[in-house]
């Protein structure tokens, strides 16, 4: 929520679709409450964006980060590829998934003055993540976001960054 007014931004350089809007509450970002499913976005300068959400399943009815990152590394392989199947309905919906380069780079530098939650976050299974990768390649088919968007209904809710505020 503290970086939507980048989506103007991402408007002017060209972008036509963004996944930088996570519907989880989480101290470093997120913005709980707001669509789970593909929608459309529209700043409050009048742009619009596809927005496709980062992936979430439920537990006990709470949404659960299940687009990648650390969460694909710190929970066992086999709950995020559970989370990941629900989240797309075990094949009938598209969904996100990332990681960022370093997460596939277990010799990286350490930081240890940094917090114990921040070198958690940061570190834990740095070694398992391409092994983990290469099996949710296998488990899973991917594409381009092009073709997720297509295979999405066209009747898309229209959401403002406002209504966005309005939810953190």
Known sequence: ?????????????????DSSIFPVHHDKYGIPGSPS?????????GAILQEFPLTTAKILGMPVP??????????????????????SGFGVRPQIFYLHPWEVDPGQPRFNNASWLSRFRHYTNLDKCEERLERLLQDFRFGTVSDSFAACPTDQPVVSTRQMLALA
């Open 66 to 87: 299940a687009a990648g990152g650390g969460y694909f590394r710190q929970f066992p392989y086999p709950l995020f590829r559970h989370l990941f199947a629900q989240a």
């Open 1 to 17: 929520r503290d970086s939507l007014w980048a989506l103007d931004i991402l408007v002017e350089c060209g972008f036509k679709w």
């Open 37 to 45: 499913t593909p929608y459309t976005l529209k700043t409050d300068k």
